[in-house]
Nanobody, 123 residues
Framework: QVQLIESGGGLVQAGGSLRLSCTSS??????MGWFRQVPEKEREFVAG????????YYSNSVKGRFTVSKDNAKNTMYLQMDNLKPSDTAVYYC??????????????????WGRGTQVTVSS
């Protein structure tokens, strides 16, 4: 069974940067996405990248500050987060579906999920 493992979360001051990584234990490429969740709220889409890595999409709340990319040779997706805000505090999850060609903003279209990594931005 394919597993996704996130890393790179932590505590950072507002205006700072973090880079999250999501490494897949499977072979082959997949459309992938980043989602985040805070307590008592639904998980929300953050960013997505197509199977080949050439197409990306962002939620309005992170556009211009976050950059998603993937290295298919390393089976790894990244989320570069710059100019972080306290409102970015959440558990960040990566997701994948090898049957998808493009990204999706809907969590139901992903069939594999990581366990999440905590990002905390202090003011």
């Amino acid at each position: 069974q394919v597993q996704l493992i996130e890393s790179g979360g932590g505590l950072v001051q507002a205006g700072g940067s973090l880079r999250l990584s999501c490494t897949s234990s499977g072979r082959g490429s997949a459309a992938m996405g980043w989602f985040r969740q805070v307590p008592e709220k639904e998980r929300e889409f953050v960013a997505g990248v197509s199977r080949g890595g050439g197409a990306t999409y962002y939620s309005n709340s992170v556009k211009g500050r976050f950059t998603v990319s993937k290295d298919n040779a390393k089976n790894t997706m990244y989320l570069q987060m710059d100019n972080l805000k306290p409102s970015d505090t959440a558990v960040y999850y990566c997701a994948a579906n090898p049957r998808l060609i493009s990204y999706s903003t809907y969590e139901d279209e992903y069939d594999t999920w990581g366990r999440g990594t905590q990002v905390t931005v202090s003011s």
